[in-house]
């Protein structure tokens, strides 16, 4: 490959970060601007060219870019464009890709940012030299990539793999942000864990470290600290977390019968706490044939850079613009 | 392409079902033979490789064989094994795909029926141009075949697309024949809605034209016939099932979005009875991105004629002899 680095750009409301990486994932140099402070979607984009460019100059990087590859939430990797985006400042849809090509004068490839990280664990990550896996990102959301046959699967308008949104509670499930009930994201993400917290309270009446917070304040990070000081009805937030999510995966596992499944995102720190009852949920609950074949990774990227490197692994993957 | 025919073999636990079929998909010669009817599977292998020859000559399509497709249960594409096969008379692992084209000369490929049902929709029926489908078979159980980019989803091991076994009930759900319980299988095959049908008529008080009946031997036809004339009870059995399958195609979209979902087998004849409710509930359960874009097929193969075709489809894809 005669270029030997792509940009990795992860949009979120809030903050754009985005790095220049080479083939081995290194992430030579990065930087990130703040993705609302433009009400024009052109003066964001301009934004991003000068900082990027700054970047590639400092680093002795010009003509040799790839690609670029951008993780975005709802981004279509066939159309380029955002097609809703309820966190971002600017009217959808939003043409990104071609935007950004534009400006740049690279070729842009753009998909959601589980997508993204799917791609990135098979690029760099865990996942390396794997054909067939699940990626599940748990973080305020719970989101997926999902790889066949060393492919990631787009489905036919670009908007597969949200199984965040499987559900999980047929009856009286909690209320998602989907606008629908008991899906599985309203369980297994971090503010999943929260509500779970706040129901055990309100349910039950044993002593808890968790007690001593306000309950409408309480977050993953709380339950954690609680179960590791051996917090128990903390413990048992995350075996409820955890069981639901391994019930998941043994679902998810009648589709397209994965080699493993690679979990992301804040709550995979909470260890064995969360991870013990996912295998164990996940071991009880698989269909025969697949006992004992599906591997549970965690993804060993650097949460910092991780979405960069996804986002960026993308950019390997791009089609060299039309002259 | 030079030879312009392929066998498709459907092999079944009591019959084994094969025709000649051309690149239109028509039936040009078929025969079947008793599977069980040979203690040792050479000597069942003979009379195929007899009787589809005799077959083959009277069609004057000898050297006009291009591979020969072969559908069978826990048929596994990657190795050409049959791995388990509780219902067949030979033990296990059967190297079918190895003992079949040694007998021919011809080249073989295998899969388990379902996913040959998908491949022959694909190839003849109402999936032609369709690149992300998802083939749902509603027999005396329920199988899956899933394709995603124009290809068949076969996982890691061969054994992807179990979705009869994805759970439909978490709680006090049915057994089923896989050792698990509340699998889609118990509600939604054909046994499922007998299944029903009686649970319903020891629950309820309502009379039913059902009642006449003896209540073990209820099959889904007789709750079809009921239905029919205007039985409520028996209507609200379909409601029932359709709902129960509509929730769960619900969340198999979120997977890999596709474009349709296609049908197959005995159930799908009931018409509104059963399609009304799948489609009602696939509506009203799926996530919004993917609502309206998810159409509801009803294979048209012919029913007799479509595990032959499902088979032979796989006939053109058969890798070529090594010499």
């Avoid at 596992?253 to 949920?281: H, N, Q, R």
Wanted: aromatic share 8%; net charge negative; proline share 4%.
């Amino acid at each position: 490959m005669s270029k030997p680095y792509v940009i990795g750009i992860d949009m979120g409301g809030t903050n754009t970060v985005f790095g220049i990486v080479d083939a081995r994932g290194t992430v030579i140099a990065s930087n990130s601007i703040k993705t609302a402070k433009h009400s024009d979607i052109n003066d964001y984009i301009a934004e991003l060219h000068e900082e990027i460019t700054r970047l590639i100059v400092a680093n002795d990087a010009v003509d040799k870019i790839h690609g670029i590859g951008i993780g975005a939430p709802n981004a279509n990797y066939f159309t380029g464009m955002i097609e809703y985006a309820p966190n971002l400042p600017w009217p959808s849809p939003i043409p990104l890709s071609e935007l950004v090509s534009k400006k740049f004068g690279i070729p842009v490839a753009i998909t959601n940012d589980a997508n993204a990280a799917a791609i990135g664990e098979m690029t760099y990550g865990v996942a390396r030299g794997l054909k067939d896996f699940i990626m599940i990102t748990l973080g305020t959301g719970v989101g997926s990539g999902i790889v066949v046959n060393g492919q990631m699967v787009y489905g036919h308008d670009g908007f597969a793999g949200e199984l965040g949104h499987v559900i999980v509670k047929r009856k009286n499930g909690r209320t998602c942000g989907c606008g629908r009930t008991g899906c599985l994201e309203a369980y297994c993400s971090a503010t999943g864990v929260a509500r779970t917290a706040r129901e055990f309270l309100e349910i039950r009446n044993e002593p808890s470290l968790l007690r001593n917070l306000q309950i409408e304040d309480i977050t993953s990070k709380d339950v954690y600290d609680a179960a590791i000081q051996g917090d128990k009805l903390a413990k048992e937030i995350f075996d409820y977390t955890g069981t639901i999510l391994g019930e998941a995966l043994a679902d998810f596992a009648a589709f397209s019968s994965p080699e493993a499944f690679v979990l992301f995102g804040g709550l995979t720190k909470s260890g064995d706490l969360i991870m013990k009852p996912v295998k164990e949920a996940l071991d009880k609950n698989i269909l025969p044939i697949y006992r004992g074949k599906v591997r549970l990774l965690i993804s060993e990227l650097k949460e910092s850079d991780a979405a960069v490197l996804g986002a960026s692994a993308l950019g390997w993957e791009v089609k060299p613009l039309q002259a």
